[in-house]
Each structure stands twice: as structure tokens, then as C-alpha cells.
């Protein structure tokens, strides 16, 4: 079922070579006899050859380089066409009517095309997976016609150590028996988290004995972060939402600030616990998630992280912790609370403002712990602040 008559591969005949008509796939490198050589399955394409799994001798096998999405097959495209300038596509005469602009395009196949993606930058005009300024093309040459990502063909141009993804991984790291992820798709798994950068902490867990890797292997991950495994512990929460270090805030600490009366304590309940914006309040800061981690320039595997130079060096204060109470933009509101009531962390002009209309200003009600969304919640008898200091 290569798509390849039994006589085609009997003989060196139109294909050019004698292939095995009772296995489509000669070679075992994931491409039928038919797609390396007479229905090649992208355009702009070279022959491969159905003999050698690896035509090109760079380390990548031809079905994996030349991968394109099969429903069938449960695989998705790694062919990625990469156009320094507008072209057009097959089928495709006209450049104002269907032509596509500069930029990393994903191949489907013969039947879907080119992928559309969503308009990312405002202009009415579908966008490509990555613009220019979005892959890492160092080193990398295009043509002025455009080139694919990765070509097995034995006439392309190299392709094995580029990070065309920029997700810190090499070609030549994510192919089938390495880390096996998508080199086109800085998140193979949907997760949130680059590929490289869950290969990094699954490393520096496994290295230093953070994780049982026994229990991970029982269920089929390699690590606490699996670039291919969206759950990798399978406790239905994505690895992105995970707190792995748990590295976040103090939830006593939390409920002793914002609603004192928890306990039996005397005060005021500014956020109280069991209404459900109230849990959502005291389960988001408790859990300092990994994707957190990621954006804020943290280990996943570390919950003190700090560095000096290439060394770690913990100041005894927790990664979460840190990140909360910072004040970027020096308006005496912390970028953690902040982030969670919807102001900007990086504009000191919303201290000042009074979001919820009590008559109390955003800085003051973090001051005194109050709840900068709710008219109810303002800070008590004796607390003032001077929003001019």
C-alpha cells in the first residue's frame, strides 16, 4: 500500500529503484516507497530514496524530516516551508487574492495545504506558525524561493543543528531517538512550555535524584517535565499548571494577611476562602506553577533558584515568594498582586487609582491588604495611607 504497483518495484523502473512490494516502507524511516520517490508528499520537494533510511546522511531519518499531518497515521506536519518574502503557494496564481506573506508556513499535505494561522498581528490577514523574527535562523541560509525546514533529499542544503523552533533544542536532539518532539513546534505537547526547557529541568531532576524515575518510567515518561506528555505524572493537571517545587506563597501566611478570622482570629475577611473568587485567590498564589517558573526567568526543579553566574546560590527565599513581591515599576504595589487584580506591573499610574470606587486607591488597599476589586473591602479605623507620598 505504497501506492506503488507490485511491477513498479519488481524492476528499476520509472522510481528508479527495486523496492520490496510485500513492505510499503523498504527502508523503515517512516516514508513509503511511493512518497520517496513517484508521489513525493510536498511540493518544492527532491526524491529521497526508498534504500536508505537516511538519504542525506545527516543523522535524520527521511520519514521524519519529510513528516506531513495523517489523520491515519496520528501524525503531525514537521514540514515547515520558510519564505524570506511573499510567494505563492500551488494553486496559487495571484499574490492579492491567495499569495501569503514572508515567514515559517506548515505544510498539512496535498489535501489540507498550507495551514492558516490565527491574525496575530492585527493586519485581517491569516499569519504563518512563526514570523521571521520568531524562529531562530542563525547560520540558517534561505533562498530567495524559500527552502524547507528540513529537506532529507541528498541535494538539500544542511539542516541537522538549527533550532528553526528556537525551543533550545537542535534538530539532530529531537529526532525519533532522542527526545522525539516535533522540530517545528517549540511545544510539542501543548503544554506551554518550550521543548528545551522541559528537557532542561527533566534533566537537572533526574541528575540530581528529585524525582523517582522508576515510578515515571511505570507510566511511560521520562521525566517530571516530558516534552511529549502534556500530564507527564498523569494526575490530570497540565505540566504547565503544575507547581513541581512547590515554590509558591505560604497559604497560613495568606489567610493570616487577607482574612485573619480563618482561625478564629479577630479582624476583617478582605478575601474569604470559600467564596470562589476567594479560593481562586489562595490556590493561584500557593501554587507557583512551572509555566510561572518559565516566564519569570526560574527552575521548574529548584524552589530557591537564585544564581551567580553559572552557579546557584539560594538566598533561603522561595522562587514564588520573590516574584510576587517584586515592584518593577516602583509604585509600592507588588508585581504578584498586581498581576492577579489585572493592573500592569510595569505602570506606576494605576497605584493611584480607585478600581472598585470605595474611595480607597489601589496602592492603599495593598498596603493595608484589602480587596482592590470589591467596594466592600477597604482598609480599617486608623489605617491611612497619603496616595501623594
Known sequence: NDGLADGEEVVAGEDQYITHANNSDTDDDGLNDGAETLFVPRPW?????????DTDGDGQPDGWEMQVTSTMDNKKTHSLWIAPSNWLP????????CGKGPGGWLWDNFRSGFQSGADKNGDGEPDPKYFISEMNLTGFTIPDS????????????????????NDSLVNTQEIPDRWDTNPVNDDSDGDRL????????????????????????IIGARGPLDPRMPDSDLDGIMDGDEDFDSDGLNRTALLNRYCPPWDGSSGVCHIDPLTPSGAVFYDDLTNYTNYEEYENGTYAVYNDSDMCGDDRCPDGL????????????????????????????????DANIDSDGDGISNRCECDYNSNPKSGNSFPGQGEICDDFA
Open 45 to 53: 520537494q527532491d526524491q529521497t530514496n526508498p534504500k536508505n533510511n
Open 90 to 97: 500551488p494553486g496559487c496564481d495571484v499574490m492579492n487574492e
Open 146 to 165: 524559500g527552502r524547507w525546514a528540513l529537506d532529507p533529499s541528498e541535494s538539500a542544503l544542511p539542516d541537522r543543528l538549527y533550532d528553526i523552533d
Open 194 to 217: 518550550p521543548d528545551g526547557w522541559e528537557t532542561r529541568a527533566t534533566e537537572a531532576a533526574l541528575n540530581e535524584g528529585l524525582v523517582d524515575n522508576g515510578t515515571l518510567e
Open 318 to 349: 522561595l522562587d514564588g515568594y520573590e516574584v510576587f513581591h517584586k515592584d518593577s515599576d516602583g509604585d509600592t504595589m507588588w508585581d504578584g498582586w498586581e498581576y492577579f487584580f489585572n493592573f500592569d506591573p510595569f505602570d506606576p499610574s
